[in-house]
């Protein structure tokens, strides 16, 4: 926003800030694929069945594990919403600043 309180979009800004958000909903996948992979059911039954006999343990941590797993995945859906809604925002900003474009003596080509 400008001092005098005028808006405006900038969208290369745009289009980077939603390459972000890409990414990172990109990498949480990663992530949380590599985390569901060493913390699963089996890898933690694996895992405490040298160390204990009590499946009350045993199912405590595979209930965790499968919260955060859970919780992560909503990040990451979130994340995948925010870039798509900000590849929305920009391909509007594009086609609309070049129908105003046009209005103001510009061809569809980008000449006047």
């Known amino acids: 926003m400008a001092d005098d309180g005028t808006s405006f979009y900038e969208p290369t800004a745009g289009r980077s800030l939603a390459r972000k958000f890409e990414m990172q909903a990109y990498d949480l996948r990663a992530y949380l694929k590599r985390f569901e992979e060493e913390t699963g059911e089996e890898a933690i039954t694996d895992g405490f069945g040298v160390l204990t006999e009590s499946a009350e343990v ?55």
């Open 58 to 112: 045993t199912s405590a941590y595979i209930s965790y594990s499968e919260d955060v797993a859970s919780a992560m995945k909503v990040v990451h859906k979130h994340l995948d919403r925010i870039a798509d809604a900000l590849r929305k925002v920009n391909a509007n900003t594009e086609v609309t600043d070049d129908e105003l474009a046009v209005l103001f003596g510009k061809s569809k080509g980008g000449e006047q």
